[in-house]
């Protein structure tokens, strides 16, 4: 504005007093945008405030009328205080000064830290922060060394408001820190603890500015604590980053440091990738290739784990005479192999102790041959004393050295089905389940968790019941659509049920004893080949195994516990890709290790998959620092499994060590003298 026409405002009749007091608002906003002497000459002549104009100016020109009483808020007054290029802002700051009002001097503060006038007129004016941590911050940033070491001379205060800052806020005081020299100050930003406070909550980036600040001073000591908190890949590239430039002095100490560099870093970037869940997530088979069976061509048919998920039993055939078999999974050798039994083999059941229950495999042209089933023990092979036209299904009780098979007889033109509870020495027992429900033919059994209820399905029937028969329920099947084979599967909540070519699948929930009819969903297309349905303890889900297209694949289920529970958008929780053609798929007692029998080679292989990996895999990328003995139990089950690959063995062998080399310092065990010395202390027992 020209400073003629300002006066002319100015100047106007009392008459036009509302357009009078508009110019001078003009005037004033004029002024405060842009510092014209000029205009300052008029409106100091004048002597006025602003009076209708927005409340920051009328404020503002009181304040350059030198009005002491005026009330600016902290966000106004520092704001104008910064204005180093206005004779307002000079006015500002003095008023600033004569109120000493803590939270307008933090605000000032917080802006000094990118402005170098007001970092000036801070320290020339000993103004800083009321709260201690952020005034440590302050001054360090600020380069008042002396008053910082005054304030904080253990970085306590530093390492607090550090752990507290905004990602920029810690790059910058890390920048000071790193530009300073001052290792001290360095180890207290690295923190010396691995809890969640420490160097493990910090950044990537964070945290290899710190492991080259402490290499370029050549601190190996503080170097070598905290890459044992970094994530596992981190410290691995660490270790051999470091070459031949150090190496640690104690026994332990090496021994963790050779097992990092003893880790190839690509395979653990590409294993911890397959891990995170995306579409390429998989898991990678332990193999077992049978040895020792001796004919040129053996085929085995079905297999089945031992109670404590130690063995697996086989059966299958050599010649044309059936083999019977069990593996030990420790060697991966086949530890038993019994006679051969005079016709070959199929289904199977490990009963513990060395023992296993098989059935006559079902020959073409011999659909009504009666067929057999044998028990195989150190004590003598024998087979049981009844033969049936057709055994629909074999299933091992839970934990217990007991079976339960389902078979059918032909009577004239119906079929006559029935199941029978057998135990380990071999006595067989109809169990009366069926008593009463002539036209029910199970073709699949499944027993729950406890072992103690049992579930009977084909396309048309669901029978639930206990395992003596006292207490039978025929479930409302629901509408359902003929298939050959039915899967299911039974948690301590809920029965499940699919068709072998996929589609839907039916949930009956608690109580079993409902007449409602099942929630059935699709789940897969009509063109997937199903070969397995579990339940798994150990991932406390349902899990499906099939082939959707030309790979295989393992299904992570999200069955709701209850009916009335709201059901997910998909009952696929997790797609896991396989490898492998499978003739016969199991489960572990513990849900733990899923069996695949690749049934295309002609030698034939057992593939182990270590299921926990799924959940493990991913925690592997988080700091080592912030994972507990929780973690560290999780990894050292994994390594005491056979079904452990041979690419996730290592890896986590290098966790393991890392693991217990830390909580052996953190965790002091028996009578301890400093109390100090650990973060947890476990006394005498």
């Known amino acids: 504005m020209r400073t003629r026409t300002a006066a002319r405002l100015l100047r106007l009749p009392l008459r036009h007093g509302p357009l009078r007091r508009r110019a001078l608002d003009t005037v004033w906003q004029a002024w405060l945008g842009a510092p014209d002497p000029a205009l300052w000459t008029l409106l100091e002549r004048r002597g006025c405030a602003a009076s209708g104009a927005e409340p920051s100016t009328h404020a503002l020109s009181r304040l350059a009328l030198g009005d002491e009483d005026v009330a600016l808020g902290p966000e106004l007054l520092v704001e104008t205080a910064t204005r180093f290029d206005h004779p307002i802002g000079e006015r500002a700051r003095a008023h600033l000064i004569a109120l000493n009002d803590a939270e307008a001097v933090g605000l000032l503060c917080r802006t000094a830290l990118t402005s170098p006038e007001a970092t000036a007129f801070c320290v020339t004016h000993h103004l800083a922060p009321a709260d201690e941590v952020e005034r440590a911050a302050f001054f360090l940033r600020t380069g008042q060394h002396e008053q910082y070491r005054a304030l904080d001379p253990d970085g306590a205060l530093l390492a607090l408001g550090y752990r507290g800052a905004s990602s920029e806020e810690r790059r910058a005081l890390l920048e000071t820190v790193t530009e300073t020299g001052d290792i001290d100050l360095l180890r207290v930003l690295a923190g010396r603890h691995s809890g969640p406070g420490g160097f493990a909550s910090l950044g990537e980036t964070e945290r290899r500015r710190l492991l080259e600040q402490f290499a370029a001073r050549r601190d190996w000591d503080h170097w070598w604590q905290l890459v044992q908190l970094m994530p596992l890949l981190d410290a691995v590239r660490a270790v051999q980053d470091a070459g031949a430039a150090w190496r640690p002095t104690g026994d332990d100490d090496l021994r963790v440091f050779e097992a990092l560099r003893g880790v190839e870093a690509a395979a653990l970037e590409a294993w911890t990738r397959d891990g995170l869940g995306d579409g390429s997530s998989r898991l990678v088979p332990a193999r077992i290739t049978m040895p020792g069976l001796g004919e040129p061509v053996t085929i085995v048919h079905d297999m089945d784990f031992a109670p404590d998920g130690t063995q697996l039993a086989v059966a299958g055939r050599v010649g044309d005479r059936g083999l019977a078999g069990i593996i030990d999974l420790g060697s991966g050798q086949l530890s038993r192999r019994y006679p051969d039994a005079a016709r070959p083999l199929d289904q199977v059941a490990h009963l513990g102790a060395d023992t296993i229950i098989a059935v006559d495999a079902e020959e073409p042209g011999d659909m009504h041959h009666p ?309 947890i202390e476990l006394g005498e027992v």
């Open 371 to 679: 067929k057999r089933i044998h028990r195989f023990a150190p004590d003598g092979v024998r087979p049981l004393g009844f033969a049936a036209t057709r055994i629909k299904s074999l299933q091992r009780v839970t934990g217990e050295g007991a079976f339960l098979v389902s078979f059918g007889q032909i009577d004239g033109f119906r079929w006559q089905a029935s199941v029978s509870v057998g135990d380990r020495d071999g006595s067989l027992a109809d169990s009366g389940i069926l008593d009463g429900l002539p036209d029910v033919v199970p073709q699949t059994i499944t027993v729950g968790p406890g072992g103690h209820r049992i579930a009977m399905v084909n396309t048309d029937t669901a029978v639930v019941a206990d395992r003596e028969g006292t207490v039978v329920n025929v479930l409302d099947n629901g509408p359902r659509s003929t298939h050959p084979r039915p899967l299911a599967a039974m948690s301590d909540t809920v029965l499940v049920r699919a068709d072998d070519l996929g589609g839907s699948l039916d949930m009956w929930h608690e109580p079993l004893v409902s007449t409602r009819a099942p929630v059935s969903r699709t789940v897969w297309s009509s063109k997937t080949s199903l070969y397995g349905l579990a339940w798994s303890p150990a991932l406390n889900r349902f899990v499906a195994i099939g082939r959707p297209d030309l790979s295989l694949s393992l299904w992570i289920l999200d069955i709701p516990e209850t009916r009335d529970s709201p059901l997910p958008d998909s009952l696929v929780a997790r797609q896991v890709g396989l490898t492998g053609h499978p003739g016969s798929v199991r489960l572990s007692p513990k849900g733990d290790v899923l069996a695949s029998l690749d049934s295309v080679s002609l030698t034939p292989t057992v593939e182990l998959y270590y299921l926990p990996l799924l959940a493990l895999r991913p925690r592997v990328v988080r700091p080592m620092g912030l994972m507990s003995l929780q973690d560290l139990s999780d990894v050292t089950a994994a390594l005491e499994s056979p079904a452990l690959d041979h690419t996730s063995r290592p890896i986590l062998r290098a966790l393991h060590s890392c693991l217990e080399h830390r909580f052996r310092h953190d965790v002091g065990i028996g009578q301890t003298t400093d109390a100090g010395d650990f973060e």
